[in-house]
């Protein structure tokens, strides 16, 4: 599902954005895969920091499938091999920032696995890694620029995907708020950001059969006035 927000928010790059190949890695009791593009290895504090998250991740799965084993092994429970994937891909690379998307997938041995989505700003200028929330002045000043048209396409899409009227209740059926979405940001330019994607993962928007939701929107002037002062420079309206 992330690839169709990609679709809208990543510059042609050429070549250079693919993601390198890196020989998935693993044991018996785990498979990992870990990525990221080549302008990212190219930014040396940005790799040192990729690489050690590489290195976190791949221990956490392997010290958790082991125990799972040994767990098995204690009860006589069948051993399902555990899976854990991270892929970085660049969104837009602007003089200011590079904009970078990553997706995870892990299995841990129960029905289904479990995916997540996520966004990271390297900021060149400054040569130090960026929360994409963090360009903006608060999140209730983000919430309040986009909640009308992500939530009017959001409970479109609901009903186009569910085949029914929402119902409201205590889990699912409230618009959620930019804090539980993934904020990306992307540029058709290559110049400055002009457009803002938001990712409603499995689970925050609806059930997980429902998948991701996801939404592009141009940056508009009241989006601009909700970036700090600061940033502004690395935006134009569209």
């Known amino acids: ?87 970085w891909e660049v969104v837009a690379d602007t003089p200011r920032f590079l904009s970078l998307s990553v997706t995870t997938y892990g299995y841990s041995g129960g029905a289904h696995g479990y995916g997540a989505s996520g966004g990271l700003l390297w900021d060149k200028r400054a040569a130090q890694r960026v929360e994409p929330k963090a360009v903006f002045v608060s999140l209730a000043g983000l919430d309040a620029a986009l909640r009308k048209p992500w939530c009017d396409w959001l409970k479109r899409e609901r009903v186009q995907r569910l085949g029914a009227p929402i119902e409201t209740d205590d889990i699912f059926g409230q618009c959620p708020r930019v804090k539980e979405l993934t904020v990306l940001l992307g540029s058709s330019t290559g110049k400055a950001f002009d457009r803002i994607g938001l990712i409603a993962d499995q689970y925050v928007a609806g059930s997980y059969a429902e998948g991701q939701y996801e939404l592009t929107l141009p940056i508009t002037p009241a989006l601009l006035r909700a970036v700090k002062p600061k940033y502004r420079g690395a935006f134009a309206v569209r």
């Open 1 to 87: 599902m992330m690839r169709a927000i990609l679709v809208g928010l990543v510059l042609t790059v050429g070549a250079a954005s693919a993601v390198p190949a890196q020989a998935p890695r693993g044991s018996a009791n785990y498979d990992f895969t870990y990525s990221y593009p080549q302008q990212a290895a190219r930014i040396s504090p940005l790799k040192a920091w990729l690489d050690t998250d590489k290195a976190k991740l791949r221990a956490k799965v392997a010290g958790e499938a082991a125990e799972f084993r040994r767990q098995t092994q204690r009860d006589g429970s069948p051993f399902r091999k555990y899976e854990a994937s991270k892929g």
